[in-house]
């Protein structure tokens, strides 16, 4: 099976960077996933990394260890609009699979 | 393009009850996911498809649910009979299957449902 986690919130303010981490166990890993969502909404995309290292996409950076089976986002400049939960996700075969994780909740405050 | 259709948005009905829940996935895409979502259990995968095949049914919780997908363009998540255990946010995702590369999955709105 797969177990992943993240912690459940973070507090953060804006302006600020705040870095999620993510760790898990997978039986068979072909990468890792970050997802957002904000109250009331539906998931949406944001990074998938499935070789090591660090991938940027605007304010969103998202980095992955295989062989510490650990990854976080990293969010920089933060906005109120952040403030959502943020969900990493593991593919452990072929086809676009994924199992989530528990979330974290990111309060940006003022 | 539309997006991802789920209807209805809001279901509300009491325990013992059929419900439907349906789905629209984006034109082109080939693989279709049913997701629950609770405070406690998380976001929990019930069941995919890959073109239209039942590849992974293992989330299922019981025999109670059931999913079908007659076609490319058109999915259905049935409860029979509901439980108040079953009120949820119901997903669907859809996204274009890929073996070697990822694609990312494109969520529908989801179906609050309450069973009383």
């Known amino acids: 099976g797969q177990s992943l986690e993240q912690p459940s919130e973070v507090t ?35 990074s998938y990394n499935a070789l090591d290292g660090l991938e940027e996409t605007g304010r969103f950076s998202s980095f992955l260890s295989r062989s510490d089976s650990y990854g976080y986002l990293l969010l920089q400049e933060l906005q109120m609009k952040d403030s959502a939960s943020y969900f990493c996700a593991v593919r452990t075969g072929g086809g676009n699979k994924l199992t989530f ?5 990111l309060k940006v405050e003022l | 393009d539309a997006g991802v259709i789920q209807s209805p948005r809001h279901e509300v009905t009491e325990m013992g009850q059929e419900v439907t829940l349906r789905c629209k996935p984006i034109s082109g895409h080939n693989s279709l996911f049913w997701y629950r979502q609770t405070m406690m259990r998380g976001l929990e995968l019930l069941i995919y498809f890959n ?7 293992s989330g299922m919780p019981e025999d109670r649910f059931s999913a079908k997908m007659p076609n490319a363009s058109f999915s259905t998540l049935k409860i029979q ?35 009383l």
């Open chain 1, 12 to 46: 953060a303010v804006e302006g600020a960077i705040v870095q999620i981490n993510c760790t898990y166990q997978t039986s068979g890993f072909y990468g890792l996933s970050w997802y957002q969502q904000h109250d009331g909404g539906a998931p949406t995309f944001l």
């Open chain 1, 101 to 105: 994780g528990t979330g974290t909740q």
């Open chain 2, 51 to 57: 073109n239209n095949v039942p590849i992974d049914d």
């Open chain 2, 81 to 115: 009979p509901s439980e108040p255990r079953d009120s949820a946010v119901y997903f669907c995702a859809s996204s274009q299957f890929g073996d070697r590369v990822y694609n990312e999955q494109f969520f529908g709105p989801g179906t609050r449902l309450t069973v």
